[in-house]
């Protein structure tokens, strides 16, 4: 069974296992040694570093 792919996924090299995985970027504040979560983004095929960062920047 083919399952469809909606460009959510990131295709890698097979090694062993999976080779499609989620890709997520996500921004943390470290204040007095407690990791706080800010914001998560989910990367779409086809995404560029540059348009994650900026919508990361946005949510703070």
């Known amino acids: 069974m083919v399952k469809e792919n909606y460009g959510d996924t ?4 097979p090694k062993q296992g999976n080779s499609r995985f989620y ?7 470290i204040l007095r040694n407690k ?3 800010i914001s ?3 990367i779409f095929e ?3 570093l540059k348009d994650t960062v ?7």
């Open 10 to 13: 990131i295709k890698t090299q």
């Open 23 to 29: 890709a997520y970027a996500s921004i943390y504040l």
């Open 35 to 37: 990791r706080l979560h």
């Open 40 to 42: 998560c983004e989910i």
């Open 46 to 48: 086809g995404e560029t």
């Open 54 to 60: 900026d919508f990361l920047i946005k949510e703070i």
